[in-house]
């Protein structure tokens, strides 16, 4: 999977289905030459042409005017004379912030290293092979490791990169990113997942042009503003064809993305952690590591690249008990009482949940301190006495006497001013000193880079973990970092703290999930606003957004699972009016865009009438008979509410034995054209049954069939159902 041809010092990292090139060029430049479908092997056409570019300084290696580093494509630019984006900023107690890193050596080893302190893919060592190039600086004794792995028969190439000082002096680190790729062609559009709350990872798609593009978050979390991905595709990609480049980023803070058009027609792109406000102090005998980031190719279009992601994140990132365990149909009260419940009121939903085939039934916000509302009472972890009657114990013990599992909702990184933690501790809130704090949803941010910070909340944890059987939590997290600084660090420090932060962070649930294994953990960040691959390494599922409104979810979900499997997407039918939009739709379409993902409900399911209770019944079972099929079939993009009134998607079996279609015509139209659905992904000879008639699989691919729609109303949806009839 890997070779170094030494004559022409060129690396290649190969699978059956891309190669990526890397040459050691002159005077130890470490080069960018390809990253692409895959070629059998490279013959040495393809080194970067010399031409004399005015204005672009020749570095000390080259012999005459015709290479500068202001040009050519490489690996981790940084060097001196690069005036594109950089993906390496040092600075040396000199004051320079000048730095020339030159190949050194390498090493090839079977299977995959983990990266100290950070979430990242894993594979046995028959799975991958992993490339480690080691470049040192020409004047100090700073060595830069770069990590290249490719994993057995997948489109797909993880990277990262660790900085050592072997120097006497300590060294600043402003920036060092996790990935940069040049390419010779700009012919690209951009796409990429923006949004807000309620409105998270909405597909932008738009013409790469000269100049520099920053797709970022400066918010202390990956943000429901901009997710840590983008994708490079070509002006002609589609779901279905063409050449896509995916990039992702393996971190759950703040994040950077750049990309760069030079005046050459070339691209860059870097990813890593968001340079702003960032710095590191590297003490002499002191490394660092970056995060990891994912790279895809597909010429399968974005399809192609979505599948690529998920299995990567399925198969090798996501760990435990759950990584292939059916996830349960739960019943979350928030938008049934939000805090106005007691024991009588959780039992009596938690009962009508068993009856409608539910699984799991989680009390969420409002158990603990004296939390009645909002603004009080988060870091006192413990139970809110007399707010249920016979105690947190008890009430799990009734519910799982109903058949039912027991979850509880969390919010561990914050702290309410009305609490008595914060009378305690109010310096482990994050502050400036001296200047008055700024508030947020009425609750402030621990400083979780300390250790008695998250010692302290651990233990509170774990005491009701200890006393009450949870078999699930829901992790939230709900105001973005403000007034970052921390009182423990040095002046010199304090650039570290939002990323120190995240590294506590990942202490803690590493802590918290070794030692309760058993638990389902699902993350969320005031719905999706920490829906990031760094998250999913400890939480196998992510609440996609607290917009539950079907239409909406619709595009949420769609954009989601550009980079995200279905197995990590919570989704829920909740009541009407919409909470968030005030839209009503039918149980049915709010049942089949909740079935496109992890199934739950979210509303008072003692209000149901007797027609509502017997449909979402059926809903259930269907639900869970497709379950296997939903969860961890291949998933297709059909139609993109993106670009029109049509919206749809297919699960198919690993084996094409079956297959189930989603499809909405959102809005009504008088004297409307005949919708017609080409399906994907099934085996062209095999017949299929599709609503009482067989049919071929290569009919329903490349005929399709017509979506009657002529008696919907707005919101209409269906599911179909697919299966092999030999």
């Keep these: ?422 009378k305690k501790h109010p310096d482990w809130a994050f502050h400036v000193p001296g200047r008055e704090k700024t508030i947020g949803r009425g609750q402030f941010v621990l400083d979780f880079s300390r250790a008695d910070v998250r010692e302290t909340v651990y233990q509170q944890m774990k005491a009701i973990l200890d006393h009450v059987q949870v078999d699930y939590i829901k992790w939230d997290m709900n105001r973005n970092m403000t007034d970052v600084y921390s009182v423990l660090l040095k002046k010199e420090q304090q650039g570290e703290t939002a990323h120190r932060y995240i590294l506590g962070l990942y202490e803690f649930l590493e802590r918290m999930t070794t030692e309760y294994p058993d638990i389902l953990f699902e993350s969320c960040s005031g719905g999706g606003g920490r829906f990031d691959p760094g998250m999913l390494y400890y939480m196998p599922q992510v609440w996609a957004s607290d917009n539950t409104d079907a239409v909406s979810r619709m595009a949420i979900q769609y954009g989601t699972s550009l980079v995200y499997p279905v197995s990590t997407i919570g989704a829920h039918v909740a009541a009407v009016p919409n909470h968030q939009t005030g839209r009503t739709t039918s149980l049915e379409t709010r049942g089949n865009v909740a079935m496109s993902g992890l199934f739950g409900y979210e509303l008072d399911l003692t209000h149901l009438s007797d027609g509502e209770r017997e449909e979402l019944k059926e809903q259930t079972n269907f639900y869970k008979s497709h379950r296997q099929l939903i969860q961890y079939g291949t998933y297709y993009r059909l139609k993109s509410p993106f670009e029109g009134n049509e919206v749809s998607w297919q699960f198919v079996a690993p084996d094409q034995s079956e297959a189930l279609v989603f499809y909405s015509r959102v809005l009504a139209e008088a004297s409307a054209p005949f919708h017609v659905l080409k399906l994907t992904g099934l085996n062209p000879e095999k017949s299929y049954r599709i609503k009482d008639k067989v049919v071929g699989g290569d009919e329903l691919m490349n005929i399709g069939l017509y979506i009657d729609t002529e008696a919907w109303g707005d919101y209409a949806s269906q599911l179909i159902y697919i299966e092999a009839a030999d």
């Design 1 to 422: 999977m890997i070779t170094y041809d030494e004559k022409q010092q060129v690396f290649h990292l190969s699978t059956n289905k891309i190669s990526y090139l890397i040459q050691v060029e002159d005077g130890g430049l470490l080069a960018h030459l390809y990253f692409g479908k895959a070629v059998q092997s490279y013959h040495g056409q393809f080194r970067y042409p010399r031409a004399d570019r005015s204005f672009s300084p020749n570095p000390p290696l080259a012999k005459d005017r015709l290479f500068s580093f202001d040009t050519v494509l490489q690996e981790l630019p940084g060097n001196p004379g690069d005036f594109r984006v950089p993906a390496l900023e040092l600075l040396h107690e000199s004051g320079s912030s000048v730095s020339d890193f030159r190949f050194e050596d390498y090493e090839i080893i079977q299977g995959k290293k983990s990266i100290p302190g950070l979430p990242a893919t894993y594979a046995m060592e028959k799975e991958a092979s992993t490339l480690i190039i080691t470049l040192k600086d020409q004047l100090y004794d700073i060595y830069l490791d770069l990590f290249y792995t490719v994993f057995d028969n997948q489109a797909v190439l993880v990277r990262s990169s660790r900085l050592r000082n072997e120097s006497a002096e300590t060294l600043a680190i402003q920036k060092l990113a996790s990935l940069s790729l040049d390419f010779a062609s700009s012919s690209f559009e951009l796409v990429h997942l923006s949004g807000s709350w309620s409105r998270e990872r909405m597909i932008q798609r738009e013409v790469v042009a000269p100049g520099t593009k920053a797709l970022s978050s400066r918010r202390g979390s990956s943000s429901h503003h901009e997710n840590p991905f983008a994708a490079l595709v070509a002006p002609e990609t589609t779901e279905a064809a063409g050449e896509a480049y995916g990039f992702s980023l393996v971190y759950s803070g703040n994040h950077e993305t750049t990309i760069e058009r030079d005046p050459y027609e070339q691209t860059r792109v870097t990813m890593g952690i968001n340079s702003q406000q960032f710095s590191w102090s590297l003490e002499a005998g002191n490394d660092f590591y970056t995060p990891e980031a994912v790279l895809v190719y597909s010429d399968e279009g974005l399809n192609g690249m979505s599948q690529s992601f998920h299995y990567l994140f399925q198969h090798h990132l996501i760990r435990g008990r759950f990584k292939y365990e059916p996830r349960p149909v739960l019943a979350n009260n928030w938008e049934a009482t939000f805090f106005d419940f007691n024991e009588e009121k959780i039992m009596e939903i938690a009962k009508e949940a068993k009856e409608l085939g539910a699984e799991l039934f989680v009390l969420d916000d409002g158990w603990f301190g004296k939390r009645d509302a909002d603004n009080s009472s988060l870091g006192d972890w413990y139970e809110y006495e007399g707010k249920l009657s016979r105690g947190l114990a008890q009430l799990s013990k009734e519910i799982h006497g109903l058949g039912l599992s027991f979850g509880l909702w969390f919010e561990p990184e914050m702290i309410s001013e009305q609490s008595e933690l914060y």
